[in-house]
């Protein structure tokens, strides 16, 4: 991978989240192999999330639940589902329960990956650049995946 090719990846992404518009799977692939993997420590702290629209069931469900984002305390507590609650505060969801991060090879790189504690779930990330990431969502028994993407909270 070089230098170019990830600064273009990163420019799609930046005009897909910007434009909201359909995708396919091979493109976002294509893109999230153009980008350079992430350690655990990279993910750390509060993110706020959206989907890329592929046609995946799981963009509905998001939606439905109020899913906002993640939280990743520490490498063995991450929460993968933050809504907001009445007061529109952050909070974690338990209706997936909790999560831990480690490294894991996906598509020919080890890169920090979300496993599920109690679901056959992964969610692995690449790097848009130093405040984003683009996540895929690796169910078992799903014929595709589910694109993602975060981006960091600043703290107050």
């Not at 976002?28 to 192999?33: I, N, P, Q, T, V």
């Not at 991450?78 to 209706?95: C, F, L, M, Q, Y």
């Not at 909790?98 to 109690?118: C, E, F, I, P, Q």
């Amino acid at each position: 991978m070089t230098r170019e090719t990830a600064l273009n990846a990163t420019t799609a992404l930046r005009e897909l989240i910007a434009s909201g518009a359909q995708t396919d799977v091979d493109a976002l692939h294509a893109l999230y192999d153009a980008l350079p993997p992430i350690d655990t420590a990279f993910m750390r702290g509060e993110w706020e999330g959206g989907v890329f629209h592929t046609g995946h069931p799981g963009e509905q469900q998001l939606t439905a639940i109020g899913w906002v984002g993640k939280s990743f305390h520490h490498d063995n507590d991450v929460d993968p589902i933050v809504t907001r609650d009445e007061h529109g505060r952050r909070v974690a969801n338990p209706i997936l329960g909790k999560a831990s991060l480690r490294l894991v090879h996906y598509r020919g790189a080890a890169t920090a990956t979300m496993v599920y504690d109690k679901h056959p779930i992964f969610d692995h990330f690449r790097k848009i650049d130093d405040d984003a990431v683009l996540g895929v969502m690796d169910r078992k028994g799903d014929p595709a995946p589910l694109f993602f993407y975060l981006r960091r909270l600043q703290s107050p």
